[in-house]
């Protein structure tokens, strides 16, 4: 075949299927043998400026067009293209050719559309008929075939078959025929808006063919092949695309990831293993033993035992059972299961890995610096590159050390992205160190992010300007305490200077008008955890640091009568305040912050009133005294009469419950202080015992959440207490007598010197001659 007149009285009509290998190497061999003299894509016109893009050397796919309203960043669609898509062999191969190329389908301005999304009208006003069930070509063709898998089936009719045997034209044939035949019968499938945007190919199709006459090639999805063959009217199809909705719309190249090639997007043509399609496309020949080796060099680097043999056992494996299922070719489900059964023992485990990195996989396409973008979206990419933060697809960890500058350049720029919504880093616990001045942030980067950049471009043209500018906005627009506390807390975080003024006097408002102690309580916390990072970052927490002492100020004073009369939800929110308040109460006697001594006295003034008023409910009484037993303000001897006064007969057992629970529940560590505080744990012990029958149902679910949160192990020790009694708690043996083996009163010097062995291993040979074997026995053990 040549190009030439012959072909100009006819377009050459492309169909494909979207992101498929094989389809981008019949595309290309086509290209090769008919040279047209234009090539149309599939995809927006507004692209069309941005092709020569493609053939810069900083390109690399999987890269997507990204189009947004100018109004409405957030109205947005991705064009994604992979190395192996037929669309982006077909643009490059008309860059490297000289050949022009152009986009064809229904200009985004339209498709961006609110009045798009929702049910357009059809001619005469009569709507479009609903789309109950939309027909999927491939899942017919398979389905016809006798596949129960469209996946299946495309691979061995089109990815498996190869390229360069007969007329290359012939695939292309083969399926024209087929979609013309499913066209047909079922008209528009339910895809009644590909009716208008195929109006505008072949309108676009007509005036591509009155430029040229080396013929048109055409390149586009293999359903709407028949619907640009058909003979309409241009009247018939500009009466189609009369009276569209437009909007402005920006487009430019945004890099993409093989994991969002998984999702329909664009062209709607997602697909589940792009890492394996890449592999198709890019070897030059044996893709099974290409791909098993690569599976089998993944494993390796986790520490799995595959040797060459694994490799060449799997091979064998893999074409054995494409032969026994009727498969020209090894396919994914083949190696998948020779896999299983030949590297991993018949263990799914490590192919999900495989999936993960291989079948799917984390590469990440880049754009030239010259890709048309906004202001904000440059000054990122630029702070991006000082700080040496290159954006990745695959998940990361990111241990930040505060004291040193770039570090904290680099949080302080992930925490005002954060401010801004553009998520590209989340903070995570460390695994370290817990101070201050480390910070842990786990790493992604989503081509969806793209968008949220373009749409913070509102804000200002540069990061630190649109973070500053939107948390004056957040802050005026605030409408509880808590989000202004919360926002001054971002602030600091995010070194936004210049935004703290107004946002603190938003605080200082909401603080002063607030009278609700709940709200108090909750912005407490933020305020003096912001308080923390001044000495790190060098910012000025003076003011804050009033805010936050008077706001305590008012928490003190209205927490009593806020905390009487309440039902057992509002009483254990309000006992999560009170542990809040208590927490905040101590790291701002750490703080700065005015008269920070006299803050805790007065805080301490305050849970003794809380102790000792009936009204208060007994979860909040009984974790009031537990935080001065623990905060060393209140006596062993003073806790155990509390407790006794409380488990004394004339108490409900539902408020004794309550009160326990308060003490030693919710993870406060009260496992451990009942056992080691036997005068505690005997006043418990002897209450429950003494529940009557009728009411033992009613407290039974609240002593189960109390106990129930408690450590295995500290569970076993109350049990074996209980289980001993209570005469013999007292009157336990030494460690030769008849107790429970590590329950006595005594030191059990054998078991003290089994432990001799493993702390010679931590702690070296002892300098003086190894005293503890010579001295007498157990004396080491009981000394340490």
Not at 681 to 701: H, K, R, Y
Request: net charge negative; proline share 6%.
């Amino acid at each position: 075949m040549s190009g030439g007149n012959a072909d100009a009285a006819r377009p050459l009509l492309l169909g494909v299927r979207h992101h498929g290998p094989g389809s981008a190497r019949a595309v290309r061999a086509v290209l090769e043998e008919v040279r047209p003299g234009i090539v149309l894509i599939e995809g927006p016109p507004e692209a069309d400026a941005l092709v020569p893009l493609a053939a810069e050397e900083d390109m690399r796919p999987p890269v997507a067009l990204l189009a947004h309203a100018v109004d409405e960043p957030g109205r947005s669609a991705f064009w994604p293209l992979a190395e192996f898509s037929p669309e982006w062999v077909a643009l490059r191969w008309a860059l490297e050719h000289g050949v022009p190329v152009r986009f064809i389908d229904l200009p985004a301005a339209h498709t961006l559309t609110r009045e798009w999304d929702e049910e357009r009208e059809g001619e005469g006003g009569v709507p479009w008929p609903a789309a109950d069930v939309r027909v999927d070509p491939l899942g017919v063709l398979a389905a016809t075939a006798g596949y129960d898998d469209a996946e299946r089936w495309w691979e061995d009719v089109v990815e498996h078959r190869g390229v360069g045997k007969g007329d290359p034209l012939a695939p292309f044939t083969a399926l024209e025929e087929a979609m013309t035949a499913l066209r047909e019968e079922y008209g528009s499938g339910g895809h009644h808006r590909d009716l208008v945007r195929e109006a505008h190919m072949r309108l676009r199709i007509r005036a591509a063919r009155r430029e040229t006459e080396d013929g048109v090639a055409v390149v586009c999805g293999a359903w709407h092949v028949p619907a640009l063959r058909q003979g309409t009217t241009v009247a018939a199809d500009r009466a189609l695309l009369k009276g569209l909705p437009r909007v402005k719309a920006d487009m430019t190249w945004v890099p993409w990831t093989h994991r969002r090639l998984s999702r329909a997007s664009g062209y709607g043509a997602g697909i589940g293993s792009p890492g394996w399609y890449g592999h198709l496309f890019s070897v030059p020949d044996r893709p099974v033993e290409r791909w098993l080796t690569k599976v089998a060099g993944l494993l390796r680097a986790e520490d799995r035992t595959v040797s060459a043999a694994h490799v060449i056992e799997a091979v064998r494996l893999a074409e054995t059972l494409a032969a026994m299922r009727g498969r020209p070719l090894a396919g994914l489900s083949e190696t998948a299961d020779a896999v299983r059964a030949v590297m991993c023992e018949g263990s799914d485990v490590p192919l999900a890995l495989i999936h993960d990195r291989l079948v799917v996989g984390d590469v990440l396409g880049e754009v030239p610096a010259a890709a048309p973008a906004v202001p904000l979206q440059r000054d990122l990419t630029r702070i991006q590159r000082r700080l040496r933060l290159k954006p990745q697809a695959a998940e990361r960890e990111l241990e930040l050390d505060l004291r040193k500058e770039t570090d904290a350049e680099r949080g302080r720029l992930l925490h005002r992205l954060r401010l801004l919504g553009i998520g590209w880093g989340e903070p995570a616990v460390s695994r370290g160190s817990t101070g201050t001045f480390r910070e842990t942030w786990r790493l992604r980067w989503e081509p969806e992010l793209s968008v949220r950049v373009a749409e913070a471009g509102v804000w200002g043209t540069t990061v630190h300007a649109a973070a500053t500018a939107k948390a004056r906005t957040d802050a005026v627009a605030a409408r509880n305490l808590g989000t202004v506390t919360g926002l001054a807390e971002h602030c600091l975080l995010a070194g936004l200077s210049e935004a703290l003024p107004t946002v603190m006097r938003v605080l200082a408002d909401r603080a002063a008008l607030d009278t609700d102690v709940g709200h108090l309580a909750q912005a407490l916390p933020a305020l003096v955890r912001s308080l923390r990072y001044g000495d790190v970052r060098g910012t000025d927490t003076v003011a804050l640091a009033e805010v936050a002492a008077g706001l305590a100020e008012r928490v003190f004073v209205g927490l009593p009568p806020a905390c009487a009369a309440l039902d057992a939800d509002a009483a254990e929110e309000m006992r999560g305040h009170v542990d809040a308040v208590h927490g905040a109460v101590g790291l701002l006697g750490d703080s700065p912050a005015p008269g920070d001594g006299r803050l805790r006295v007065r805080w301490h003034s305050v849970l003794r009133t809380l102790c000792a008023r009936d009204a208060v409910p007994g979860v909040i009484r009984g974790r009031s005294v537990r935080l001065l037993l623990d905060a060393g303000e209140l006596a062993g001897e003073e806790a155990a009469r509390l407790m006794g006064l409380v488990l004394s007969p004339g108490t409900p057992p539902a408020d004794a419950a309550a009160w326990i629970e308060g003490f030693v529940g919710q993870g406060s560590g009260g496992g451990l202080l009942l056992v080691h505080d036997e005068r505690l744990f005997g006043l418990v012990d002897a209450w429950l015992t003494g529940v009557q029958a009728e009411v033992f149902g009613d407290v039974l679910p609240l002593l189960r959440r109390t106990f129930s949160a408690y450590e295995p192990g500290v569970r076993r020790t109350l049990g074996e207490l209980v289980r001993r009694g209570p005469r013999a708690r007292w009157s336990v043996t030494d460690a030769g007598g008849p107790g429970t083996a590590g329950f006595a009163t005594g030191i059990d010097t054998a078991r003290a010197d089994a432990v001799l062995p493993v702390l010679r291993l931590l702690l070296g040979p002892d300098t003086d001659g190894d005293a503890a074997s010579t001295g007498p026995p157990g004396a080491a053990g009981a000394a340490r």
